[in-house]
Antibody
Framework: EVRLVESGGGSVQPGGSLRLSCEAS????????MHWVRQAPGKGLVWVSR??????????NYATSVDGRFIISRDIAKNTLYLHMNSLRVEDTATYYC??????????WGQGILVTVSS | QSVLTQPPSASGTPGQRVTISCSGS????????VYWYQQQLPGTAPKLLI????QRPSGVPDRFSGSKSGTSASLAISGLRSEDEADYYC???????????FGAGTKVTVL
């Protein structure tokens, strides 16, 4: 079965860190553009980051709001995408989605994982 | 400022045509493709409705159509149905930001 399953969410205090994982099944995370998108409670979608295919050099891009605090990476052996989140802020509270090939015809979304930043 | 502007709401009766606009700038809509998403329930994964301005992925009904002119794009829903009640988002790559932008979303209500 082709799917993405996120994990690693939860509650953290402002200034803390969290690592989200997105395990892929049925395809390799190394061969696709992989993205993270988030959605705060009751709010709209916000693109967070992407990493391009391994064959294209694994270049990364970040939204201005997370640049310098978040790092996207992948472990090919574990077929897993990560989002390392540091210096977390209250405004980072959201459901985070892992996505394969966003805006493409082979697009695939995970179920989402909730991150809550609160004191 | 790089933003994609959508109306917060739109509505129509069953069978009507509803159009949602997405206004951007030369760094996004004006030079790159526009994409449209449907999110039927908050907290559930959105669905890609339109890619590359006006292309429908397999399985998306032809009642949904996309168009673009200059720095503005539109999503049209013809023959509106109750199951079309959802939030709709436009998206585009922004060359100035080197990142994707989403519009704030338009809530479509079927009266």
């Amino acid at each position: 079965e082709v799917r993405l399953v996120e994990s690693g969410g939860g509650s953290v205090q402002p200034g803390g860190s969290l690592r989200l994982s997105c395990e892929a099944s049925g395809f390799s995370v190394s061969t696709y553009w992989m993205h993270w998108v988030r959605q705060a409670p009751g709010k709209g979608l916000v693109w967070v980051s992407r990493i391009n295919p391994e064959a294209e050099g694994s270049k990364t891009n970040y939204a201005t709001s997370v640049d310098g605090r978040f790092i996207i990476s992948r472990d090919i052996a574990k077929n897993t995408l990560y989002l390392h989140m540091n210096s977390l802020r209250v405004e980072d509270t959201a459901t985070y989605y892992c996505i394969r090939d966003m805006v493409g015809v082979r697009e695939l979304w995970g179920q989402g994982i909730l991150v809550t930043v609160s004191s | 400022q790089s933003v994609l502007t959508q109306p917060p709401s739109a509505s129509g009766t069953p069978g009507q045509r509803v159009t949602i606009s997405c206004s951007g700038s030369i760094t996004n809509v004006g030079t790159d493709n526009v994409y449209w998403y449907q999110q039927q329930l908050p907290g559930t994964a959105p669905k890609l409705l339109i890619y590359n301005d006006n292309q429908r992925p397999s399985g998306v009904p032809d009642r949904f159509s996309g168009s673009k002119s200059g720095t503005s794009a539109s999503l049209a829903i013809s023959g509106l149905r109750s199951e079309d009640e959802a939030d709709y988002y436009c998206a585009a790559w922004d060359s100035g930001l080197s990142g994707y932008l989403f519009g704030a979303g338009t809530k479509v209500t079927v009266l």
